[in-house]
């Protein structure tokens, strides 16, 4: 039997017992919730307090650029920058109880050879060193060393070496398609080019790892985050590497043996509007920026602007022919220089007799008197609206730094832009301006938006294609298939037929010279020369623009013939383009 004098001091104890283990309970729950539930939490915390807490950046690479064949035109590398610490070194040296394994006369040696300098002058440099700062921890061995020889030096285990990775951008083909691809700064962000356009796509994330560290230096274990570095995509060109290649080479050497300034070529192919070549002389190798002067770091191709002169009379001759307002069989009479009837004066490039010029004979013999009586056939609205149609004032593709050209609109033409627009002359436009007017007339006039990227390949290999470019019908095919036909005659007739000639083509061309501009109106002797074609003409497969900035040994666009022939027949064996199975139609009468 229990007493009350028993039961008091049980139930004290029970009574303690139960606050003990509830204690003990709240113990063991917050001891989970900390190690277990909020872990991560309590790290993370913990990272950013006191000196414990250390976080490194771990950096993604920067995406590659390759061709439309995934031939690699930029990519990024990781080299090393290394260097030592002569105060380090001297400490080492002169301690008798405990000598270095490698003596610092040796390791000089051993380091020279691996990063390629005099182990003499290595061991004096450090030298100079020490006698400015006697405690010095730094001097820099060497820069951007590959993998490599980094781990060569490691390997020596010389406790005073330090090395810091970095990634460093290279373009395997040096100059070929430079100027296309472009550059990146010091910081890896793209500043020109294909660099800078695909910045969103090429860029990586970065990523981070934290941890902490012990007074000792150690890790203290289950503390370390990681959070993986991204790297940027891989962006796939139009261009072909091969192609491009062959047409700077090319453009090089002709723009020099016409003693021009400067020289592009433009490939495009026409059932697509795809680019694949934009070549230029002077060119960029993005390896050397340094090696090229500072106007040379653009592209000529999509950032030069000119007067098209005459390759614009074959979208003249559309707008008129689409229009209604001429036919093939129309005629003009026309001489060799005449006034018309609201003051303008308009020459042709050579002098003669009133001529009864049909369309396809003002093309062929490129009569600037006849093309203003043609064009003048349709309102000057209408004709501005065909302009603008055939991409004229309005940039191609968006590249960095491109220029939409200059037009006017029809209410500000004078008494001479009435005219001189209509053959080339009072507004501007770009190569590749030139090359989606005649990839319209080509493609049975239907024109198609000009693209110079396949797609953008993620990290995770997933591929981003661009959407597909705009088609527009601006001009019938019926049109289109006059304008190539007058186009053909211009290339069999004209006088530089035998110059462009391609055995087994069929090709349609036609040539531009105009005289360039400044503030003050054209310059005397200085001209922009330009020639544009596409074939064969019974099956066109790619348009050839190539243009000579003020050559000197021929001014005319006469200049541009053997650059065309040589683009061309480079771009149908390429490609193994079939020769012309149908043969040309009956010539065109030039007169009536």
């Not at 356009?197 to 981070?208: F, I, K, V, Y």
Request: one cysteine or more; hydrophobic letters at 40%.
């Amino acid at each position: 039997m229990t007493t009350r004098a028993t039961r008091g001091p049980r139930r004290r104890t029970v009574v303690a017992l139960a606050v003990i283990l509830a204690v003990l309970s709240a113990f063991v729950v917050r001891l989970v919730d900390i190690q277990v539930v909020s872990a991560n939490e309590h790290i993370d915390n913990s990272l950013h307090v006191g000196e414990l807490g250390y976080t490194e950046t771990l950096y993604g690479d920067r995406g590659s650029i390759v061709d439309e064949n995934g031939e690699t035109l930029a990519s990024s590398v990781k080299v090393y920058d290394a260097q030592l610490s002569p105060s380090l070194i001297m400490q080492l040296e002169s301690d008798p109880d405990r000598p270095p394994k490698l003596p610092w006369d040796e390791a000089a040696d051993k380091i020279a050879a691996i990063i390629g300098q005099d182990a003499g002058e290595l061991r004096a440099a450090v030298a100079d060193n020490l006698e400015e700062d006697p405690s010095s921890q730094y001097y820099q061995l060497a820069k951007g060393l590959s993998t490599e020889e980094y781990l060569e030096l490691r390997d020596l285990g010389l406790v005073y070496i330090a090395a810091k990775a970095r990634e460093t951008r290279v373009y395997p083909n040096g100059a070929v398609a430079g100027n296309v691809v472009g550059y990146v700064d010091n910081a890896g962000d793209g500043q020109a080019g294909i660099e800078r356009m695909e910045s969103a796509c090429l860029a990586p994330e970065n990523g981070e790892r934290t941890y902490l560290r012990g007074k000792d230096g150690i890790v203290i274990p289950g503390s370390e985050r990681t959070v993986d570095a991204v790297s940027g995509g891989s962006v796939q060109l139009t261009i072909n590497g091969d192609l491009q290649w062959y047409m700077q080479q090319m453009i090089a050497e002709e723009a020099q043996k016409q003693g021009a300034q400067a020289g592009t070529v433009t490939v495009v192919e026409v059932e697509t509007g795809k680019i694949r070549a934009a070549a230029e002389w002077p060119s960029l190798d993005p390896n050397d920026l340094n090696a090229s002067s500072p106007d040379d770091w653009g592209t000529r191709v999509f950032g030069t602007t000119f007067e098209p002169g005459s390759t614009f009379k074959a979208v003249t001759a559309a707008a008129a022919l689409d229009s209604g307002a001429v036919d093939m069989k129309t005629t003009v009479s026309a001489a060799g220089n005449e006034t018309f009837p609201n003051g303008a004066v308009i020459n042709d490039a050579f002098q003669h007799e009133a001529y009864q010029y049909t369309l396809a004979g003002a093309l062929i013999d490129s009569s600037n008197v006849a093309v203003s009586k043609f064009g003048t056939m349709v309102d000057s609205q209408t004709r501005f609206e065909y302009m603008q149609k055939f991409g004229v004032g309005s940039e191609t593709i968006g590249f960095p730094r491109e220029e939409g050209g200059v037009v006017h609109s029809p209410d500000s033409w004078d008494s001479q832009s009435l005219y001189t627009t209509t053959f080339g002359q009072a507004f501007t436009v770009t190569a590749p301006q030139v090359a989606a007017a005649y990839q319209a007339i080509a493609n049975g006039g239907e024109k198609i938006d000009l693209s110079l990227i396949e797609s953008c390949t993620g990290d995770d290999g997933t591929a981003v294609t661009p959407d597909a470019p705009e088609r527009e019908q601006i001009v019938s095919e019926k049109t289109a298939a006059q304008v190539s036909r007058m186009l053909e005659n211009v290339s069999v007739q004209g006088g530089l037929s035998e110059q462009i000639k391609i055995p087994g083509y069929r090709v349609a061309t036609k040539t531009g010279t105009a005289q360039k501009a400044d503030a003050g109106g054209y310059i005397a002797g200085k001209y922009f020369t330009s020639m544009v074609g596409f074939a064969p003409v019974d099956d066109p497969q790619y348009v050839v623009v190539v243009t000579l900035d003020e050559p000197t040994k021929v001014v005319s666009s006469a200049a541009t013939a053997s650059a065309f022939q040589k683009a061309m027949t480079q771009v149908l064996k390429t490609y193994r383009v079939s020769p012309s199975t149908e043969p040309m139609d009956e010539l065109l009468p030039k007169f009536n």
